[in-house]
């Protein structure tokens, strides 16, 4: 995104307690981050429409050891 390290993703989380698997990624209960640079437009859409994920679309900080509040 910026020069800041910041970069705009998807945080997944599978819904059935035994995890899910789709396009390739192993989801769990506790949650997955991916870069939606690491992902084609068909992966994304498939993963936001999946019923049997919760897919938030998010910035996350790329920079190691900083905390955000």
Sequence with gaps: MGDDGDIEGLWVVALPEQGFRRCGFRFTR????????????????????????????????????????
Aim: charged content about 30%; cysteine-free; aromatic content about 4%.
């Design 30 to 69: 506790e949650g997955f981050g991916i870069a939606l640079d690491a992902l084609t437009a068909e992966q994304i859409e498939q993963l936001e429409n999946e019923p049997n994920l919760k897919v938030e679309r998010g910035i996350f900080s790329g920079r190691v050891g900083e905390r955000q509040e």
